[in-house]
């Protein structure tokens, strides 16, 4: 129905990150590899960032634990979940997989501390940070009445008030194109996981 703004920001996306001495340069040479991902709940750190390897031609195998000497074959990457952004970052740091995929806006925050260390090899589309939805069978009267007070939270200072302590959000505005188009990055991504029968 409407989008979300968070700390300033409509949209997001993820990337896929490598430390500067690596010799990949691009998505495709992840291959034999391993890449540390944030968690399986996250869009910026997992869902995107899967469905990029795979539409790079890349299968893709979940692992046990964190071992760049796994055995894997050249079209394949392995993949594991590190529980947080910072463990992603420090994982590739410290050479325990050869990549990690985290939210840009986080990778940015963390190389800043880490100057010249790593550096993005891939960027996903851009989604929506948040959407809000309602049922579909819900009274129309409803939903216009909560999107009008959505929508004009930010031209008061009790409605702006009321926005920061939910989680800092700025405001709320209309989905730019429209939710299908704003979401297709999403629903593709978990089409070509669900192929596979891995769970979202």
């Avoid at 997001?12 to 391993?34: A, M, P, T």
């Avoid at 031209?155 to 702006?160: E, F, H, L, N, P």
């Avoid at 429209?178 to 070509?192: E, I, Q």
């Amino acid at each position: 129905m409407l989008r979300r703004w968070k700390e300033e920001k409509g949209e997001y996306r993820g990337v896929i990150f490598v430390r500067n001495d690596s010799e990949l340069k691009e998505i495709r040479q992840l291959g034999g590899r391993v890449i540390a991902l944030d968690e399986p709940t996250s869009t910026s750190g997992y869902l995107l960032p899967m469905g990029a390897l795979m539409e790079a031609g890349l299968r893709v195998r979940p692992l046990k634990e964190t071992s760049t000497s796994v055995s894997l074959a050249a079209d394949e990457v392995g993949y594991l979940f590190a529980g947080d952004e910072e463990t992603v970052f420090f994982w590739v740091l410290r050479g325990k997989a050869a990549a990690g995929a985290i939210h840009e806006g986080k990778f940015e925050r963390f190389r800043k501390g880490h100057p010249e260390q790593c550096t993005a090899i891939f960027t996903t589309a851009s989604v929506p940070r948040h959407v809000v939805c309602h049922r579909r069978d819900l009274d129309s009267q409803i939903t216009t009445a909560v999107r009008e007070v959505l929508l004009g939270m930010e031209q008061t200072a009790s409605g702006r008030e009321a926005l920061r302590k939910f989680q800092r959000t700025t405001k709320f505005d209309e989905i730019p194109g429209g939710a299908d188009a704003a979401l297709h990055p999403v629903r593709r991504s978990m089409r070509l996981l669900e192929s596979l029968g891995i769970p979202q």
